[in-house]
């Protein structure tokens, strides 16, 4: 037995959608927190000191309570020297992804409009 895997088998094992594990939307708390706090040794209050902002408002982000707004992006991308974008689109990712595991199914019997040219 080979444990060579050729092009076609490793092709195969994308098309085959039993094979894909669907893995949680990540929140953006958890990358502030696993990516960003925790590697430099920061503490919900640091951070929340140095973005001026309540510690609650943190410690609600990394414990995934709640979700990162522009206001906080701004400051979470200036300090971590970030684009505001990085933190915004995280937030936006993981909304969609919730909200599209919620009503899939929905959406699925939305028809969508006509195109006007056909």
Do not use: C, K
């Amino acid at each position: 037995m080979s444990d060579t895997i050729t092009l076609d088998t490793l092709r195969r094992s994308f098309d085959d959608p039993e094979s894909v594990t669907v893995l949680p939307p990540v929140h953006p708390g958890e990358i502030l927190r696993e990516d960003f706090m925790t590697p430099l040794g920061l503490t919900a209050d640091t951070v929340a000191r140095a973005l001026h902002l309540p510690r609650s408002r943190i410690e609600r982000i990394i414990e995934q309570e709640i979700g990162i707004s522009a206001d906080t992006a701004l400051r979470l991308a200036r300090y971590f020297r970030t684009s505001h974008m990085f933190w915004l689109n995280l937030q936006i990712r993981f909304e969609s992804e919730t909200a599209l595991a919620e009503i899939g199914a929905e959406l699925e019997r939305i028809e969508p409009v006509r195109d006007a040219a056909a």
